[in-house]
Every structure is written in C-alpha cells, then in structure tokens.
C-alpha cells in the first residue's frame, strides 16, 4: 500500500463522516423553527427546540474541524500528487 493510497483512503472516511454530519445538521434544522410564540400549554415545543439547538451547538464544532481536516488532506494529497509527478518527469529524462 503506497502512502498517497492511503491518505487517499483516509480522507474518503474523514470526508464521508463529514457529508454524514452535514446530512444530520441539516435534518436538525428542518425542524427548528426561527421565532416561537409559546403560552404555558405549549411549553413541550420549547423543550425539544432548546435540545435542537443543545445538538445544533454539539455538532457545529464537529463539522467544522472535520471540514477543516477534510480540506488540509486534499492539499496534502494534491502537494504528494504533483510532487510525484515532478520527481517521476525528472527521472525520466
């Protein structure tokens, strides 16, 4: 197994694991509401849309570290990429 194999593997899984989350964070937000007008019979509505966002503020540092991560690899894999491509061409000659 080559190392760019398995950087290559290892940012399909970081990245896969991202595109989960931003799937989940925005089932989350579908169901939070902007402004909420509430008496004391409807106090049920704001408990789940306090744990909405108790989740929503759980996985936004999730998501964007993993975004953060996802985005170094690729630079990493393209700088490894062209970095082969040079060392193979000079050798060639």
Excluded: C
């Excluded at 789940?48 to 936004?60: G, H, P, Y």
């Excluded at 975004?67 to 690729?74: D, H, K, T």
Aim: aromatic share 6%; proline share 2%; net charge negative.
């Amino acid at each position: 197994m080559t190392p760019m194999f398995g950087l290559l593997v290892a940012w399909g899984i970081l990245t896969g694991i991202l595109i989960i989350l931003l799937i989940y964070r925005s089932t989350l937000t579908m169901h939070e509401d902007d402004s909420i007008f509430l008496n004391d019979t409807e106090s049920q509505m704001h408990k789940d849309q306090m744990e909405v966002l108790v989740k929503m503020n759980r996985i936004t540092p999730i998501v964007k570290i993993l975004g953060a991560l996802s985005g170094v690899m690729i630079l990493i894999i393209a700088g490894l990429f062209v970095y082969q491509g040079l060392t193979s061409s000079t050798t060639l000659q």
